[in-house]
């Protein structure tokens, strides 16, 4: 049983928020991010391609996440919500992945 | 700050319409991680058309997500305005959100009319099928949020937003960042990791 009360859940939950120009830095970090990600498509980086669009993939996610959707200020429910559904998601892909790539060979 | 208006009187602490968005997305990440694993599953079965390789304009989606991107910042920077107590900058910016957000539906409507041109309907291929599912869900969902931006504006013109009220700003706002943060994650997977050619 948790032991977590109001309060702990509400922690983060009256922080100020961001100013706009650390937002502007963010979408800036993004922008960045996002044009590695389509160099890829123009030069070749050889086996390290998939696992660095991961990388890349994975910190746009965080970064969308935590500053814009104030996952890093708001209450730890929240996230806890959304990584659950996260978590989730990769199990259904897990499953798909295992039933149609091995289960399915003879 | 003003943003925490729903939270009072809530047995956590916290607003629970704040937490009934976050209650939805994530079983949304549900429905799109189903429809991802769908297409990562179907991506190679083309026989009967084109193959993703072949019609892939990477240069085109990429300016498309670019633009869904930067409509992140344009509605965090709304949010922002209006817990300032500054409409009319908050109007400009959910506008702003709300146009990046209509060019991002226009560009998929073009790629998908020059994939149909090329032979690739919704019923060609296993591939074809999950394809259009998949960025056709991202689409309504983004179409959506368009219609939850100018009901924003709407009220906000006839003065029912204001700062008092940022939290109904701050909870479309958690959605159409969730419509963006599924798009980072279909451009890279389905767009940019090397697709199948014919």
């Known amino acids: 049983m948790s032991t977590e009360t109001a309060a702990d859940l509400e922690a983060g939950a009256g922080h100020e928020h961001p100013t706009d120009a650390k937002y502007v830095q963010i979408a800036i970090l993004l922008a960045v991010i996002t044009a590695a990600e389509v160099s890829t498509y123009y030069v070749d980086i050889g086996p390290i391609l998939i696992p660095a669009l991961m990388v890349m993939m994975v910190v746009k996610f965080f970064y969308v996440a935590a500053w814009f959707m104030h996952l890093k200020f708001d209450s730890i429910l929240f996230t806890r919500f959304f990584v659950t559904g996260l978590i989730l998601a990769t199990a259904v892909y897990c499953v798909f992945l295992t039933v149609f790539e091995f289960w399915s060979k003879g | ?198």
């Open chain 2, 1 to 198: 700050m003003d943003h925490d208006q729903g939270s009072h009187g809530t047995g956590t602490g916290i607003s629970n319409n704040k937490l009934l968005m976050w209650v939805f997305l994530g079983s949304e990440c549900l429905l799109f991680g189903g429809l991802i694993s769908a297409y990562l599953i179907n991506r190679g079965r083309f026989h009967t058309g084109p193959a993703p390789g072949d019609i892939f304009d990477i240069p085109f989606t990429s300016v498309s997500s670019f633009v869904l991107l930067m409509s992140s910042l344009t509605m965090v920077l709304a949010l922002s305005a209006l817990q300032r107590g500054d409409i009319r900058n908050n109007r400009i910016w959910l506008l702003t959100t709300a146009l990046l957000g209509s060019l991002f539906i226009g560009g998929q409507v073009y790629e998908f009319t020059s994939f149909l041109r090329e032979g690739l309907g919704y019923t060609t291929s296993p591939f074809s099928s999950a394809f259009f599912t998949l960025t056709g869900f991202h689409g309504i969902h983004v179409s959506v949020g368009i219609v939850m931006l100018m009901s924003l504006v709407i009220s906000s013109y006839r003065g029912t937003l204001t700062k008092k009220n940022s939290e109904t700003v701050e909870i479309v706002g958690l959605y159409w960042h969730f419509v963006d943060v599924v798009w980072i994650f279909i451009f890279t997977v389905i767009y940019l990791v090397p697709s199948p050619t014919s």
